[in-house]
């Protein structure tokens, strides 16, 4: 075995063969397409999250009475169920095809349906009509969103230089946040220039619309990346599976199990500030009840601390190891629980901000070694489609109903605090399938290594 040192990083991965080498150009441009593509699909994301929290209970499922929000927070997680087929789909089209093909056609397609929500009339207009197409977008959202993180993430982690898998693969995971932050920047300016009638009626819909400028943005830079090197070489070697879901099945089910379990606890607690739960307990439940725009503002920040709270730790990760952040992170989830739905509960604007924040913690620490965990936990020929049936799967039994779990606990309970013990509970599931976890941070991800 040979050590290979590169411009990029210190020669701490030793290689069985001598792998493709990557401009620093380029290092960049996959960088900012496969953040920036990231960004665009989570915009589209966050905005129908938070406008389903906030109102489309009253325009679309208005006919349920004291139901209507619950339906609309369900609606947030019906579309989970479709992400394990665009995974599958998509894994099939990444490991077969190549990664940029999966990065393309999930950003138009997330893109188009986003816009047709933002077109689509409401009950009042067409009635029954109206929830079942909304359901129709948002499933559409969910095929998008099951094959565009795997795409993304493993193109970064991919081209990463020696030693920096974990502060390259967090570059998609930040995108997430700054989706997040842009969609609700969106929405503060909406609802600090329209008032509650022109927000309801007309304003909700002028984000979902604007989607469509996103989608070009993305697709020019998207198309300007170059295929994984990693992939290239699958390709010239003829290594790639035939049907690299059936070699999943067979040899690789458990570790995809590990993984998606992982990533439970982390998708749960994010659900509570990107699904809109304490947003809309805030202005809705608090008493008196907040006013939308200033929580709208700490929700963006929560946004911005958790962007940095994701690369620190990715950049953490490459230092001391992924499985080691990871439990810091789940750790201070599990602890933080109660404490934090407390300060939910005060209702003021001041420990709301720091039940907001407080999320930020823990959500980077789990979220920034992701990508480059997955990817060093599956050989090259079946990556793509591993990771992206694990991160689907962990979204489903994670963050799929977890604003609608929280509502629901609340509601018979009759105290918000007594979500915390749910989320511990998931939490703690995912803290066990990190500790079975081998830790490969420092072990070859080239695929002529074997591994």
């Known amino acids: 075995m040979a050590s290979h040192s590169s411009a990029a990083g210190e020669p701490d991965i030793y290689h069985d063969s001598d792998a493709p080498t990557t401009a620093p150009t380029e290092y960049r441009r996959v960088a900012m397409a496969t953040m920036v593509g990231t960004t665009i699909e989570w915009y589209d994301f966050f905005i129908y999250a938070n406008v389903a929290a906030l109102l489309f209970g ?94 993304a993430a493993m193109l970064a982690v991919e081209h990463a230089p020696h030693g920096q898998r ?46 469509i400028v996103l989608v070009f943005v993305g697709h020019y830079i998207r198309s300007k990346v170059e295929e994984s090197s990693v992939f290239e070489e699958l390709k010239e070697a003829r290594e790639h599976s035939a049907v690299p879901q059936t070699t999943l099945v067979k040899h690789h089910l458990g570790d995809v199990i590990k993984a998606a ?7 749960a607690l994010g659900y509570m500030l990107v699904g809109g739960f304490v947003l809309a307990y805030a202005t809705k439940s608090a008493k008196p009840p907040l006013a939308r725009t200033d929580v709208l503002l700490w929700v963006m920040a929560s946004a911005a601390l958790w962007l940095v709270t994701t690369m620190w730790a990715a950049i953490l990760s490459d230092k001391i190891g992924r499985k080691k952040v990871y439990i810091i992170g789940y750790v201070l989830m599990i602890l933080g629980m109660v404490p934090m739905f407390m300060a939910v509960k005060e209702g003021t604007l001041f420990w709301v901000a720091v039940a907001l924040l407080w999320i930020a913690v823990p959500e980077g620490l789990t979220y920034g070694p ?15 489609s591993a990771v992206s049936f694990a991160y689907a799967i962990g979204a489903i039994f994670g963050g799929a109903f977890a604003p609608m779990i929280a509502e629901a606990i609340t509601k018979s309970t009759g105290s918000v605090v007594n979500v915390a013990w749910y989320l511990m509970g998931v939490a703690a599931i995912s803290l066990v399938a990190v500790l079975l976890f081998k830790d490969r941070t420092n072990e070859p991800l080239h695929t002529m290594s074997g591994h």
């Open 370 to 384: 992701q990508s480059a965990m997955f990817a060093e936990a599956f050989p090259a020929h079946i990556r793509l």
């Open 58 to 151: 009253k325009l679309f499922f208005s006919g349920l009475g004291d139901w209507k929000d619950l339906v609309s927070f369900a609606t947030i997680g019906v579309s989970f169920f479709f992400r394990p087929a665009g995974a599958i789909a998509m894994g099939y089209v990444g490991d077969r095809y190549g990664r940029r093909m999966v990065l393309v056609f999930t950003l138009i397609l997330m893109g188009v349906a986003t816009a047709c929500v933002g077109l689509l009339p409401t009950t009042q207009s067409i009635g029954i009509a109206a929830p079942i197409l909304l359901i129709i977008l948002r499933c559409a959202q969910g095929f998008s969103a099951g094959g565009e993180w795997g795409g």
């Open 166 to 211: 974990g502060k390259f693969g967090a570059y998609p995971q930040i995108g997430v946040p700054i989706g997040m932050m842009l969609a609700t920047a969106f929405l503060t300016v909406l609802s600090a220039t329209t008032t509650k009638e022109q927000f309801e009626s007309w304003g909700w819909r002028i984000p979902f619309v604007f989607s």
């Open 261 to 267: 379990a992982s990533f439970m606890g982390n998708n």
